[in-house]
């Protein structure tokens, strides 16, 4: 990962999920937060749905940009080393993953 692909607009989280639900449960609390190599946590909250409709293949995405994750590191520089993005849906951990920014 370079700084410029993280400054750029084209930088999306990406999810693709299964489970199993009789009916539609919205509301739920949506954490994403980015975790820069110096420790610093920003956040991004939403909602989150389980639905019949969508829980063979729930997929979905959204920009780093729209989600303001990187406002701070767009304002004051990005510093290498490892980035952890994790989220959580109703305050559990959904998924998690690292990457390394040069």
Same mark, same amino acid.
Request: glycine fraction near 6%; aromatic fraction near 16%; hydrophobic fraction near 35%.
């Given at each position: ?10 930088? =999306?989280? /990406?999810s693709? *999920? ?6 539609? +449960?919205?509301?739920?609390? !949506?954490?994403? $937060? ?11 909250t =939403?909602? /989150?749905?389980? *639905? ?6 729930? +997929?979905?995405?959204v920009? !780093?940009?729209? $989600? ?5 590191l ?5 510093? =290498? ?8 849906v ?13």
């Open positions: 990962m370079t700084e410029e692909i993280l400054r750029s607009s084209d930088v =999306s989280f /990406w693709q *999920s299964t489970y199993n639900v009789k009916k539609e +449960i919205s509301g739920l609390p !949506l954490l994403v $937060t980015l975790t820069d190599p110096n420790g610093n946590n920003y956040r991004w =939403s909602s /989150w749905v389980y *639905s019949p409709l969508y829980m063979n293949e729930d +997929i979905w995405s920009k !780093l940009k729209e $989600t303001g994750l990187t406002v701070n767009d304002m004051n520089g990005y510093p =290498s080393g490892i980035y952890e993005v994790a989220y959580y109703n305050g559990d951990l959904a998924d998690s993953f690292e990457f390394e920014l040069k």
